[in-house]
């Protein structure tokens, strides 16, 4: 299970840190990702962590609306990803998914087909 936390409403300029927590048995997964969706929008992915270290050396991937102001960590020992977000934007208000992708799975890291597992989502506004 994947509970988003750290959304809220904040002034353009401003930034935000959102975590996702993985609850449960600390299963392996591919890359955890943050998507968004914006009222009367498709969902939109914003970035990517690769997890499968071992696998695949780790690595990052960034929608290219967000490169330079957003980052996204990993914490293994927390089983926690976070995604820090500067110089928010209006453009960047949407709510906020965290998912995660399962081992082998294959397909760009951008498209939602690739995880299968979701989060409730956490709302950022930007004013």
């Known amino acids: 299970q994947l509970v988003e936390s750290g959304g809220g409403s904040v002034q353009a300029g401003k930034s935000l840190r959102l975590s996702c927590a993985a609850s449960?048995?600390?299963?392996?997964?591919?890359?955890m990702g943050w998507f968004r969706q914006a009222p009367g929008k498709e969902r939109e992915a914003v970035a990517c962590i690769i997890t499968a270290t071992v696998t695949y050396g780790g690595g990052t991937y960034y929608a290219d609306s967000v490169k330079g102001r957003f980052t996204i960590s990993q914490d293994k020992a927390e089983n926690t990803v976070s995604l820090q977000m500067n110089s928010l934007k209006p453009e960047d208000t949407a709510m906020y998914y965290c998912a995660a992708s399962p081992p082998g799975s294959s397909g760009t890291w951008s498209s939602a087909s690739m995880y299968n597992s979701w989060g409730q989502g956490t709302q950022v506004t930007v004013s």
């Open positions: 449960g048995s600390k299963s392996s997964s591919l890359c």
